[in-house]
């Protein structure tokens, strides 16, 4: 296939000398060649630097922190130093497949309609691997719909192609511990549709080191993103009330992130919406 269009590999890492010797081989292992490799290593403690250094390929370019950036802010240089049309998001503790960027490209090039194109991945504790099954095209507000309804349908940033534009206007919002990925993605569908690749074509991993593996066990922290993440896209729900509803009352019904679904339904936004969907229910 043609080639022509250099594409940016993005791997901010912090403190993975465990994993990332085998992250960076499995991009320069790619049927995919013209690419460049960002890599942000966020003022690491263990010898993931020293592992960085001991590749030699020039398409790597390594940026050592002075200071930690935070999570969300290496994400954000990261896509900053980009300069190809099109960003591959990899987290330093997982691993593509040989194909990962050949399949995406070719998924998002042929769409122009396409903000972002994404893969089933394998997920694995070293224990257990589960593998995806939701693919297929998904326009931008249907998209949206089965994020509010669904949550995280898509995956990790590690899955993802995006075009570049679309994420430099976007960028990581620095609230977020864990949800950041989450409300990335209702960012890119501002701009355009999502497409599923019917593929396996990355890893990921899950260990007791990542900041999301802490993370899920803070409800507070959750309640809180969420409700942040729901009022941040309200004007999502003022152009369809009754999906609110729908969120509403499945949040309920899973007993998922109950107060911020009580701290949401006192805004006086939502409260609007509610009402506007309810009205649409008497008089259709």
């Given amino acids: 296939m043609n080639q022509d269009c250099l594409i940016s590999v993005c791997i901010p890492v912090y403190n993975q000398e465990e994993y990332i010797a085998d992250a960076i081989k499995s991009v320069l292992n790619q049927t995919y060649q013209n690419i460049e490799i960002i890599i942000s290593d966020n003022c690491s403690t263990d010898t993931t630097a020293q592992i960085i250094e001991g590749f030699s390929d020039s398409r790597i370019k390594c940026y050592r922190q002075t200071s930690n950036l935070g999570m969300v802010g290496n994400f954000n240089f990261v896509t900053e130093k980009a300069s190809g049309q099109y960003i591959k998001y990899l987290c330093g503790d997982d691993v593509l497949l040989p194909t990962c960027i050949e399949d995406l490209y070719v ?18 504790n070293n224990k257990y691997n589960y593998q995806d099954r939701v693919s297929g095209f998904f ?74 593996y802490t993370n899920t ?27 609110l509803s729908r969120y509403i009352i499945i949040a ?28 649409r229910k008497i008089f259709p």
């Fill in 107 to 124: 998924g998002i090039a042929n769409n122009p309609c396409v903000a972002f194109a994404a893969c089933k991945r394998t997920i694995t």
């Fill in 139 to 212: 326009p931008k507000k249907e998209a949206i719909e089965k994020i509010i309804v669904d949550g995280n349908f898509i995956g990790e940033p590690s899955v993802v192609l995006v075009r570049s534009d679309y994420a430099r206007q976007t960028k990581f919002d620095s609230f977020y511990k864990q949800i950041l990925d989450l409300d990335f993605y209702l960012g890119l569908l501002r701009f355009g549709d999502l497409v599923i690749i019917d593929k396996v074509l990355s890893v990921y991993r899950v260990h007791d080191q990542q900041a999301t």
């Fill in 217 to 243: 066990k803070n409800t507070q922290l959750m309640e809180q993103e969420y409700y942040h993440l729901m009022l941040k896209n309200v004007s999502i729900y003022q152009s369809n009330s009754l999906l």
């Fill in 252 to 279: 309920i019904k899973k007993k998922a992130y109950a107060k911020a679904v009580l701290q949401m339904v006192r805004h006086p936004m939502v409260i609007f919406c509610l009402f506007k969907a309810l009205f």
